[in-house]
């Protein structure tokens, strides 16, 4: 057998809080405009009160409501399945498993807590939101999720993926969602997951019947991603493993790594490995600082790995992970040590997706392509040493609105910068 | 609970045989020149010999290999879902339950033929293949089974489909295969199912490396895809139900229909439902008459529903249900009233699977919202007799490779004649 599920009665029923396993205690966000550590009632006009409850818990578990649990089981728990064919072809002795994120009605992992914060917000009266989107994952995950609370919803989307992506435009509008390229005033520029969340957030502030919604990044959103980690332990111990030895995930804003590594951290024999691209190495090239979580100014500083908030990446097509910041509760993990960063070009990425989908038989967003190069490395390196190595990676993600990216690449019309 | 999974060790190790079950033997297919009989030996060009015996088998069962199975398990038991948002949205007293077949590595059920034909072809010493696609939808599955089994493949893609739909065609080539526009030898036609097919037949006669596959039409195709209604039957029995009243499936050249559909043909009290395309009306306006499956004559006449092998089908978005003739075993259900048959016109499916998408949170493919179409005009009606009928359709693929005909429709774009 190489593939374990369970049935939607064992999905998990509370989230996984990593704070009070942190090395040293999280620093709090500051106010953009006083620089004090900002007070719940500071992000009121942008979330509702039970999201900001979550930003700062520190309760080792938070229940799950029937409601979320409800839409989570149309397509979780996810399965687990080893990567029996990849293995084969590497002739490594490692036992290499994923995590399948992309059978959720939008494709990736984001659609977890997409449906938490449609959740929420609707209980709390909010009827409209606003949000971001890079590579479109999130705008669609929240378009899907919207559609289900009756939300109506406004996604900013980096101009660049508005453009090579037509896809997942047209996938959040056909849950209702309507999109606009990003940044709004300046029609010339390819945008950046920063000026989409300046957008995203200035449209919000200041209309009652509207909150912001965030893809990535904040402490809440990773919280809803440890289901992935949770499932897998209890899928790992179906396969007959006791726990990997590495677990890896492609990271951006961190949500997807953060998903599936969060519940490892306790365990201090694991070993946790982001995966960035080269071209926007936040964890491997950033300063660890308190900086702005978008480009204007609009959000709180955040301790967190940064390459400034005015860094604009290049139009990869990777666009999921063009971040200049990093989820605050990873880059703690990252500078405590607990966690390794890794970044890799982006033509390696593409060459180990295809190799995934020729093997596995599945084609992964270019972002999911980011952990299995790295996964690849790991096991070749196990293959030098001889050693039986447990692998699990997160494939937070389908590439099937991706293709023009490897259209791009087969053909040699991909930028090699990253 | 409203979706229920069967664990990878579950799949049905044999295949359902319609034939003994038909109210009418099965007259046989002729040979082009001749029409005379067709013998084995004139198949052998074409496939392997497995897979004519399969063609002409009588027997109730057929074992599925195990080299099949374990492929297979990559993604199957599919899950069976109770669609209780869209009855929600009806006002149904109506129970819709689907069978989610988009889960395969190449998202639709076609999955299921691809690895068995390119096992049996690999297995008999075969190095290469040649299809036709439509819609790409097969010729993305086949790609995927060849790669899985080292076999070269090359894909003659309906050209309408080639320039609508080139997300599938980089698909098949991310997994490997080579594609061309199809018909080859007259640059400016629109293409058909039919012309593919002859020119696929004309690369593989006369290479002894080559062989033939079809993705359609031919009883070891439907035979594979009867894992579908199999699976189905054991997890409606799950669900506390005992058998539907309506099984729905759209009708191109009938696989997935016959897939789902025929394990319930012994069930009397089961209605069977094939859907198709108002523009390419098969089964609702085609005549039942000896017919070639391909447009140049080069195929066995084949008893079935044709509306003539030269018939050239408007280039409408719903590609894989755009065959002039249709599967002998579901010709012979429906002439017999054994089955019932509809056709829908594209505003309408469109229509249909948009409401899917936005209440059940999956986009499917246009082929499936043919099935939605009449799922939901079934559960119309029983809110008027206040019938709490249970309807079950298959839900044969996503449509995360469409989307631009969703563009289309949305923007008043799509020729409504069909």
């Not at 392509?369 to 790295?374: D, E, M, V």
């Amino acid at each position: 057998m190489s593939r374990w599920t369970l049935p939607p009665d064992r999905i998990p029923s509370a989230w996984f809080n990593v704070v009070p396993h942190l090395p040293t205690p999280p620093q709090p966000p500051l106010h953009p405009g006083t620089r004090e550590p900002v007070v719940p009632e500071d992000l009121a006009p942008l979330f509702p009160t039970a999201l900001i409850e979550q930003e700062v818990s520190a309760e080792p578990w938070v229940d799950v409501p029937g409601e979320v649990l409800d839409i989570l089981r149309l397509w979780r728990p996810t399965p687990l399945v080893r990567a029996t064919r990849l293995e084969k072809a590497l002739g490594t002795p490692a036992r290499i498993y994923f995590k399948d994120e992309s059978i959720s009605p939008s494709g990736s992992h984001k659609t977890n807590t997409a449906v938490a914060q449609a959740f929420y917000n609707a209980r709390e009266g909010t009827t409209r939101l606003t949000t971001e989107t890079g590579a479109g994952q999130w705008g669609t995950a929240l378009s899907f999720a919207a559609a289900q609370f009756d939300l109506d919803l406004k996604v900013y989307m980096v101009r660049a993926s508005y453009g090579q992506k037509p896809y997942r435009r047209i996938a959040i509008e056909t849950w209702g969602g309507e999109v606009v390229p990003s940044p709004v005033d300046e029609p010339d520029h390819p945008g950046s997951l920063g000026s989409a969340i300046s957008d995203a957030v200035r449209d919000c502030v200041g209309r009652s019947d509207t909150h912001y919604a965030l893809g990535s990044v904040l402490n809440h959103v990773l919280l809803h991603q440890t289901m992935i980690g949770l499932e897998a332990k209890e899928q790992l111990a179906l396969a007959g493993e006791r726990l990997p030895d590495v677990v890896i995930a492609p990271c951006g804003g961190g949500s997807n790594l953060g998903g599936i590594a969060f519940p490892f951290v306790p365990d201090s024999g694991v070993r946790l490995l982001a995966v960035e691209p080269l071209s926007c190495p936040t964890l491997t090239q950033g300063r660890y600082d308190y900086d702005f979580g978008d480009t204007a100014g609009l959000t709180p500083l955040m301790p967190m790995y940064t390459l400034g908030h005015d860094f604009v990446p290049p139009s990869i097509h990777a666009g999921g992970l063009r971040y200049h910041g990093d989820s605050p509760l990873v880059s703690s993990l990252v500078k405590d040590e607990r966690m390794e960063a890794v970044a890799y070009p982006q033509g390696k990425v593409f060459e180990a997706a295809i190799q995934f989908a020729r093997t596995e038989g599945k084609i992964p967003a270019p972002e999911c392509g980011h952990a299995i190069a790295a996964t690849i490395d790991e096991a070749l390196a196990a293959k030098e040493t001889g050693e039986e190595k447990v692998i699990l990676f997160n494939y937070c993600g389908h590439g099937f609105l991706d293709l023009a990216a490897y259209d791009d690449y087969t053909n040699g019309r991909l930028d090699e910068i990253g």
